[in-house]
């Protein structure tokens, strides 16, 4: 990677990575949350199917922040310097930083999983994921030119 500028197959990587997580959880959106308490393999997949999600785009940020040169002692902040380097949007940036502190979550198991947030993240927040990786990709392309 030379300094100042990304290093494209690690950000492809990633952002494979992330796309597969999000098609195999997609096959699990869309049941009650009933369904989702009632079955521990199903919580086990779906949490790690979102951490994967999370770590994959956790990545990418901080990966493009020291590529700019920049600053990101943690992985929400990490997010915000996307916005400020105009990777994402500003908007995105402030919606999508929570993902930071989820992962923890997810990751290191602090006082338990809320089962509902899981269920809500699967069933609405798999969009923003989405939209992550497409800005992501919008200022490659930009980035190249």
Avoid at 21 to 46: F, K, M, N, Y
Avoid at 110 to 137: C, K, M, P, S, W
Wanted: charge should be negative; proline fraction near 3%.
């Amino acid at each position: 990677m030379s300094p100042g500028q990304p290093d494209a197959v690690v950000v492809q990587r990633h952002l494979l990575a992330l796309d597969t997580a999000i098609q195999r959880l997609r096959r699990h959106a869309g049941r009650p949350l009933a369904s989702l308490l009632a079955d521990v393999d199903e919580q086990w997949t779906v949490e790690r199917g979102l951490q994967l999600c999370a770590q994959n785009a956790l990545d990418i940020a901080t990966h493009l922040a020291a590529s700019a040169g920049r600053d990101a002692p943690d992985y929400a902040t990490a997010i915000d310097v996307l916005s400020e380097i105009g990777v994402v949007t500003a908007d995105f940036a402030q919606r999508f930083r929570g993902v930071a502190g989820f992962r923890n979550v997810l990751v290191h198991g602090y006082i338990g999983t809320d089962l509902g947030r899981v269920h809500a993240l699967l069933n609405t927040g798999l969009d923003d994921f989405v939209e992550f990786a497409r800005q992501v990709e919008s200022y490659l392309k930009r980035s190249a030119a």
